[in-house]
């Protein structure tokens, strides 16, 4: 069981056919019919999160979409700061139950682009996007904004942006790996064993992976068989869940810059 709750983010990871999508499938199926918001970043022209559009309040499909997107999501966090604030409490599940705004699930498809630039001209926007990611990561779990990040190879070489990111991810979940960095950004800062149980994963065992949950212990474990059909299924029989961004957002003041920055810890990019 994947719970938001206790494990806020998580880093779901594997070569190609390992089963990194057949758990995304599992999430949808499993939250479609619950009142939370879900919203997607898929780079790779939306070709694996489109078929669940009817139950996305969003979905972010090329780069400066991504950008206003993540805008959006930190606007929300920050409406949902100042509720907090305004009620003397440290997270939204403190707040009275009718003022509680309704989760957020982020889900992101294959990270690597979101990092990866195709010229210069773009490592701005690359580095923005990156340091919007991370910020939404470290001030979400309290106001029930939640990722849950794909990938099939996560390296350092991505740059420093995504080392930072995974310390966020507390939640990890690695599938068959080809490459030891992708295992290692995955598993790397945990028990040694839990690597080397990630690279005896057979590739007859698709959708085995080694799981890092709420009590920080790692476990080898299957997850549940869900297809695309289903998941898409659950989708659409949902759909009248599915907010709309107005409806997400709430309507009280955002915090200032400041208070904002007063609440990031010291090494977080300003
Ligand atoms: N939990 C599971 N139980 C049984 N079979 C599974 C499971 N997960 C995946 N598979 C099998 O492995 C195949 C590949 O899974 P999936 O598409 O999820 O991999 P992937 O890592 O997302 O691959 P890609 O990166 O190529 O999209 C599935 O079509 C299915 O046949």
Redesign the pocket.
Known sequence: MLDFTPVPHWLNT??????????V?ALITGLASQPVTLVGFDLKGGV?LTPYSKRLTALATERAECGHLLNDLMTEVKRRMALCRDHKVRNIWRLPETLRPVPVVVLVDEVAELFLMAHKGEKDEVAQTATQLLRLAQLGRAFGVYLFVCG?RVGSDLGPGVTALRSQLSGRVC?RVNDPETANMTLGDADPAALVASRQIPANM??TAIVIGEDGRWYRA????VTEEQAEHAAETYADLTPTWAEVTTTVEPVTHDELNALLPESAPA
Do not use: D, M, R
């Open positions: 594997g070569a190609t056919q390992s089963g990194k999508s057949t758990l499938n694996e099939q599938h698709p959708g299957p997850s549940v068989y």
